[in-house]
Structure formats: structure tokens, C-alpha cells
């Protein structure tokens, strides 16, 4: 992750991502995740797994990035699967925690939504 964030730290302003909220450059996408690795640091330790069930753009990138930068492992998930195999998928990956923003069923970790983590220079 270090050696990203200092490819990237050489143009912030570079455009990251396009989605429905617009344009982001990777310092706003860098600083998000860095965010979503701060709060994943308050969950568990380094090499834990992490379930991943985000809208494709800016918020999935930065989720993505937040879980690498605190040295988690990313479990991607989709909300077309059922409750009960996304909680299998979970509970087989031994997940300390599940990044979604979508309304999903109980699935035994904790949710955390990475909404939470967008500080004022992040497009809601």
C-alpha cells in the first residue's frame, strides 16, 4: 500500500474515479481510505479479513484501499446472493467485520458503513 500511496502522492489532483457523484482525485480517494483504515484498526488486527459489499465507484475504491491500508484482506460480496450465503461467506472467511452500505440481513460481524468515513473533501 505504501508504494501506492507514493506513485500517488505525486499528483494528487490525477482523477481517480467517474461515478454518479461526479469526479474524485486520488488525494480525496486516498484520504477516505485512510479513514476506512483507521476505523478497521479500532475493529481487529492486521491480516484480518474484511467483507466488502459496496456500490461500484468512489466509495468501493476508497473501501478497498482502507482495508489494504490497515493490512486487512478484502472478502468481496455481492447483495444479489442470499442473506444466509452472504453470512456463510462471512462466517467461512472469519471476518472480524462487513463494509457495506446496503440494508443487509444480520449476518453475525459487525457492519460498518463507509459512509462514516467520508470527511468533507469526499462527494456524498
Do not use: N, Y
Not at 467517474?18 to 479513514?35: E, F, I, S, T, Y
Not at 471476518?95 to 459512509?115: I, K, M
Amino acid at each position: 500500500m505504501l508504494l501506492l500511496e507514493g506513485f500517488l502522492a505525486r499528483d494528487p489532483h490525477q482523477l481517480a474515479v467517474r461515478d454518479a457523484a461526479g469526479d474524485h482525485d486520488w488525494g480525496a480517494v486516498l484520504a477516505q481510505a485512510r479513514r476506512v483504515a483507521g476505523t478497521l484498526a479500532a475493529v481487529g488486527p492486521p491480516g484480518m479479513a474484511v467483507g466488502l459489499m459496496v456500490e461500484p465507484g468512489v466509495r468501493w475504491l476508497a473501501s478497498l484501499l482502507g482495508i489494504w491500508h490497515a493490512g486487512g484482506v478484502a472478502v468481496p460480496l455481492s447483495p444479489l446472493h442470499p442473506p444466509r450465503e452472504i453470512a456463510w461467506l462471512l462466517e467461512d472467511a472469519e471476518a472480524a467485520c462487513l463494509l457495506t452500505d446496503h440494508d443487509v440481513a444480520p449476518s453475525g460481524v459487525p457492519h460498518l458503513d463507509p459512509r462514516a468515513c467520508e470527511g468533507p473533501e469526499a462527494d456524498t
